[in-house]
């Protein structure tokens, strides 16, 4: 009986009988695990599984079979085995008086008895399906860390990410909150929605999101600034950059763009274009304070009234100069602009230049500077705080 119920599952599931796949009589061997129980199912219900039923979920997970296959294999087996005992009670010449009790009975009892025999198999398969995605997960994980010291060959990481190095790369790195983690999976889905890249592959990495896209056309970069993110959520991009070499230096450009969002204390879409002078010039901590201090003299002081002018001056040089549109961005009128540019200029000594790139830079390099940004470490020098990629 039990080699037909074998039959019936590998009529289906022929990978299941495969020496270079599972071992020698595998499922031969799990379904005789049941002889012992099925032949006392009119005396009790079995309550426990055999251990052979959670060794046949752990490799079923182990050859990356999905999981319906083992819900199917259960199904069939209990659809072959409950009409081969119906079959068996209706030829027996001792049993027909009490034919249909003795179906009844069978029935609830094999039903109870697979019932438990799914549940410990499923779990022994959600178990090991886990403990293979964490290892396929480091395994990930150490190469491309490899390949971005050049440490590991581009076949490889292309195979170990199904990923083809030889085209345009956007790499980007992706952090919220433990609490965000939810929203953090939402953006990337939306950004894989929106930018509909041609391959795109993710990687985990701590509490950050490392991630490689090759865009589909030049709208990936308008597309991204469509992003809703939430306020926790930073998404840092690197450049769009081409090969192997483009690969990691694009991941390098989103880690110094999340390390300037960190010292901004910054949220959102971050793009490289936006953060590469920030990047730049952070690396020397002491000589980006002289430039500041330099160029923004008194205005460079923490104190709230500084701050509050040195706001204004960054959204006025964002706008190149306009008092309207700046006005409309800090939600105030035009006229108290120019009054608090008139106020700048007092206390710099000299006449504002909107075009001056100098003192562009020292304004966004005044909120680094007043936070004390530090550039990383050596060891460290593409890791913004727990990014390790």
């Not at 409950?82 to 009670?89: A, R």
């Not at 030829?91 to 094999?110: D, I, P, W």
């Not at 509909?196 to 490392?210: C, E, G, N």
Request: negative net charge; glycine residues 6%.
């Amino acid at each position: 009986m039990l080699a037909e119920v074998a039959d019936a599952i590998i009529a289906r599931f022929p990978r299941l009988a495969d020496d270079t796949v599972v071992p020698t009589g595998f499922l031969h061997t799990t379904l005789a695990s049941h002889a012992a129980t099925f032949a006392q199912l009119l005396e009790r219900s079995p309550a426990v599984a055999p251990p052979e039923v959670s060794e046949l979920g752990r490799t079923l997970a182990a050859i990356r079979e999905p999981i319906t296959t083992l819900t199917r294999v259960f199904e069939i087996g209990h659809e072959t085995f409950w009409q081969l005992l119906v079959t068996m009670i209706s030829e027996s010449e001792n049993l027909r008086g009490s034919e249909v009790e003795l179906l009844r009975l069978l029935t609830v009892r094999l039903f109870d008895y697979m019932q438990v025999n799914t549940s410990a198999a499923l779990r022994a398969y959600i178990q090991r399906d886990g403990e293979e995605t964490k290892a396929t997960q480091r395994r990930r994980l150490a190469v491309v860390r490899g390949s971005l010291r050049g440490e590991v060959a581009d076949q490889e990481l292309e195979g170990v990410l199904g990923y083809r190095l030889l085209s345009q790369h956007v790499a980007y790195a992706a952090r919220g909150t433990a609490l965000e983690a939810d929203e953090l999976n939402t953006v990337i889905e939306q950004l894989r929605r929106g930018v509909r890249p041609i391959q795109h592959v993710t990687l985990y990495d701590d509490d950050v999101l490392y991630g490689w896209f090759t865009p589909r056309d030049a709208t990936w970069h308008d597309r991204l600034a469509e992003l809703s993110v939430p306020k926790a959520v930073t998404v840092a991009c690197g450049a769009a950059r081409h090969g192997p070499e483009g690969f990691r230096q694009s991941h390098r450009d989103a880690l110094e763009v999340l390390r300037v969002a960190d010292a901004l204390d910054a949220s959102g879409v971050r793009h490289y274009e936006e953060s590469a002078v920030l990047a730049l010039a952070t690396h020397d901590p002491s000589a980006a304070k002289a430039f500041v201090d330099h160029q923004l003299g008194p205005l460079a002081e923490p104190s709230e009234q500084t701050q509050h002018l040195l706001r204004t001056l960054q959204v006025y040089l964002a706008e190149n100069g306009s008092p309207t549109r700046a006005g409309r961005r800090l939600h105030t009128h035009r006229n108290t602009v120019i009054q608090r540019m008139e106020r700048v200029e007092a206390l710099l000594g000299r006449r504002l230049d909107p075009s001056s790139l100098a003192l562009r830079v020292a304004a966004e390099l005044s909120t680094i500077t007043a936070s004390r940004c530090s550039a990383p470490r050596a060891d460290t020098a593409s890791e913004p705080r727990s990014a390790r990629c």
